[in-house]
Nanobody, 125 residues
Framework: QVQLVESGGGLVQTGGSLRLSCAAS????????AAWFRQAEAGKERELVA?????????YSADSVKGRFVISRDDDKNTVYLRMDSLTPEDTAVYYC?????????????????WGQGTQVTVSS
């Protein structure tokens, strides 16, 4: 059974930092593209925040988080991370971990095959 389990969310003040973790079971991140999405409110679009390619190591970051968020992965632990610095209230959202097969990093949520349940990040002003 495939599971992606996120952790590390919480409440932080503006300017603070968090590190999200996504631990996988039933699949191997080293063979999949991994990504973090976020959804600010129910009914709003789920936005791709950052992604990392399984084969090239190429990373993608949305313009809104460039220079502040970094995605990484530890293949030995089968875990993907999202380091978030200089957080602002606009970063408040539920953050989801996702994984996708294929050679290229997908940019839309519909191309991802596996999802975690999400972890809430709230940034207070």
């Amino acid at each position: 059974q495939v599971q992606l389990v996120e952790s590390g969310g919480g409440l932080v003040q503006t300017g603070g930092s968090l590190r999200l973790s996504c631990a996988a079971s039933g699949l191997t991140f080293s063979n999949l593209n991994a990504a973090w999405f976020r959804q600010a409110e129910a009914g709003k679009e789920r936005e791709l925040v950052a992604a990392i390619s399984w084969n090239t190591g190429i990373e993608y970051s949305a313009d809104s988080v460039k220079g502040r968020f970094v995605i990484s992965r530890d293949d030995d632990k089968n875990t993907v991370y999202l380091r978030m610095d200089s957080l602002t209230p606009e970063d408040t959202a539920v953050y989801y971990c996702a994984a996708a097969r294929g050679l290229m990093i997908p940019k839309t949520r519909y191309d991802y095959d596996y999802w975690g349940q999400g972890t809430q990040v709230t940034v207070s002003s």
